[in-house]
């Protein structure tokens, strides 16, 4: 704030120059004697109302932008803040009068009003115009930056879903389940094995968008709960239970794999007496929501994590929907852990929610 008003005062320090030399160039033409340090006082009481002015005028125009979305409600406002100006311009002229002399006989308020729209108007329609410039610009930046962040944020979750899956460990325990089950059941085998190539295409794909339908994120995530099924046995169940009106509501590409890992490996598969995990999913008002449960291990969750599957989730959720939408977790029920995420739905842009307490329209 402190550099905008700086090259705010810095612009009407120019513009006050370049009018004092147009003063002393009318008033000598006229044969006037007009002197700089003059020419220099009125030039710098004309303008220097124009510094908070447009100050003000530039957090109207970045509160309420003229665009497709409110253009008459915008517009409106903005024309409503350049006649406040000129009324403003007017009043401080019969105010500083006595200081600057800007008439000899102080006229009516009415004359000194038509004065002020015929010397401000066209300049304030002129500032509004400039700082809708400025403010695009800002916004197009944020928006590059933003955009550069999605992507450095969704290649570090393709990474770290691809070094997932090639982690030595689960290579070898999965590799080991396919040996295993190729001598008592061929076909599981083979399903086992389609699992593994389908994540690691998943995690490799160069095309991904930032958003994908439920359905494909689901996919992902039944792939790796099949695998870990095979390999744990007895030890682990899953239920997913999503309507099929959820299916086609996007949500951020590779969401939900990090936190189902996070309970499989942290809870379920470090536990000695068999775990659960259920995912859900319903919609409510102007958000999709997702649980993912878990039972808790009885030894307590592993310790060597380091947060990076919620953080980066959290991160992206930020920069997609900004404060729309949120991850959670609950640790309330000692024997249970849940995550929640809340995604807008499209073409919705409303203050989130409190997140819903009970099932919706799909569940």
Known sequence: ?????????????????????????????????????????????????WVPMTLLAYLVVSRFPVGRAHFWRHTAIHLALVAGFIVF??????????????YPVLPPLGEVLLTSIGNNL???????????GIVYFEHVEQREQQLDA???????????????????HFLFNALNSVAELM??????????????????RDGLRADQLQERP???ELRHVTNY??????????????????????????????????LVENAVVHAIARSRVPGWLAIRAWTQGQHLHLSIENSRAAEGARRDGNGMGQRSVRERLHLLYADRARLETFDAEPDIYRVRLQVPLPG????????????????
């Open 225 to 258: 709960l099949m695998i870990e099924r095979i390999r744990l046995g007895r030890r682990m169940s899953s239920d997913v239970r999503v309507d099929e009106a959820c299916m086609d509501i996007p949500v951020p590409t590779l969401s939900l794999q990090p």
């Open 183 to 200: 001598q008592v059941d061929v076909e599981q085998a083979d399903r086992m094995l389609i699992a593994i190539c389908d994540m690691l």
């Open 89 to 102: 311009k007017a009043v401080y002229a019969l105010a500083t009068n006595p200081v600057f002399d800007w």
């Open 1 to 49: 704030m402190a550099l905008l008003v700086m090259a705010i005062a810095a612009w009407w320090l120019l513009y006050g120059l370049m009018l004092a030399g147009q003063l002393v160039d009318m008033r000598s033409a006229d044969g006037e004697v007009f002197t700089w340090r003059r020419a220099l006082l009125h030039a710098t009481g004309s303008t220097a109302p």
């Open 122 to 132: 066209i300049l304030g329609i002129t500032v509004m115009a400039m700082l809708h």
């Open 150 to 168: 999605l992507e450095k944020n969704l290649a570090m979750a393709r990474l770290e879903a691809v070094k997932a899956r090639l982690n030595p």
């Open 214 to 216: 439920l359905r494909d």
């Open 348 to 363: 919705t842009a409303v203050p989130p929610a409190a997140l819903a307490q009970g099932p919706g329209a799909c569940r």
